[in-house]
């Protein structure tokens, strides 16, 4: 009799034992979680970069626009002496032991509303003086041309000229040639809707500084006693580029997205050895400084203090704001937060002692539209007058 158990068959040793359905599924959440990870990671890292990449490209445009205009109104030229009160101001009771600054140019900076108020969409300062760039607005003659409408001057590098900066907002008339801009169904030509940065350049034969009057005696400027009169020799040209064709333009644009520009004529502290200014701001006591106030308001005393000189210091302020915020706007958009913007910048920067105030107020009105922006100053020195 055969105890013994029936033959069992014998499990196979090349089989394993399967994962079960719940290890499945612990595996695929866990790679799920390790995926997700590293996905927040590279997009967080990808915006990081992309933010700090487009920061600094939009902002370096800024910087390199400040460094510009600093760099210029340093070089801001007057070309001062001093005469006898008969030859400066003639007049029948004059006393021949008094002498004065005299000049034959200009500089003016203060609020556009009062500088250039053709330009409707202008917004915050402006600042124009002469500096000698060598800008004479002719193109080069090829060697082979014997002869060319436009005057060239080859040799003079440090011909004067008349400069000038103000913020405008509006389209961009360099985007596109005139027969594309008015061509009809012209598709990719949406015209964009920018606070600029604008430089005006007046060539050295276009200078009206020193036309002289009818019988030659002195330049038509020192006649001049209005404010309208005084800042023809900008106002015009600005005009005319605004209207003009494109070969009449005088003016160009050197950034974007700059909603701002501030110029702070100001004294510097002194020691308590030094005859001091009444306060820091005294020389442009409503950000106005005109080198010939005296000619249009000669009973203020900053008309004598202004006299044919140039401001101590300048800080200039620059409000830069993010290209990136701005393009996502539609132009619908861009149109209605731009004057929005333009408005609310209008009633600031009157009063210099309220600086501080007034940047607050801009930046609140960015943060109120989620526009990220860049606030960046400079100071510069002008020359002493002789």
Known sequence: MNLLPPDRPTADPRQRRAFTLLELMLAITIFTMIGVVITNAISGTQKAWT???ATAREFREARNALDTISRNVARAELNQEWVTEDVADPLPSFSPERWMRDSDMHFVCGPTNQLIPQVNNATSHAVFFQLPAGFTGARAVSETQSSTTEPVYDTLYGALNGWGYYIEFGEDPRTLPDYLRNRPGAGGTS????????EFRQPSHEMTLFKMEPDGTEPLLKTYSSQEQLYTWFREPIKNSTNGKPEDRRTTVIAENILALVITPYQPPLDSQSVASATTYALAPNYLFDSRR??????DPLAQSARHTLPPTLRLTVVAMDEARWESFSD?????????????????FSDP???EDDLKSIEEALEKRRIDYRILTSNISLPDPP
């Not at 015209?191 to 604008?198: C, H, P």
């Not at 005296?294 to 009973?299: G, L, V, Y």
Request: aromatic share 10%.
């Open 51 to 53: 933010k700090a990449h």
């Open 191 to 198: 015209k964009k809707q920018r606070f600029r940065l604008i």
């Open 294 to 299: 005296f000619q249009w308001q000669p009973s």
């Open 332 to 348: 619908v958009e861009s149109v209605q937060i731009g004057l929005a913007l333009r408005d609310a910048i209008s009633g600031l």
């Open 353 to 355: 002692t309220r600086y």
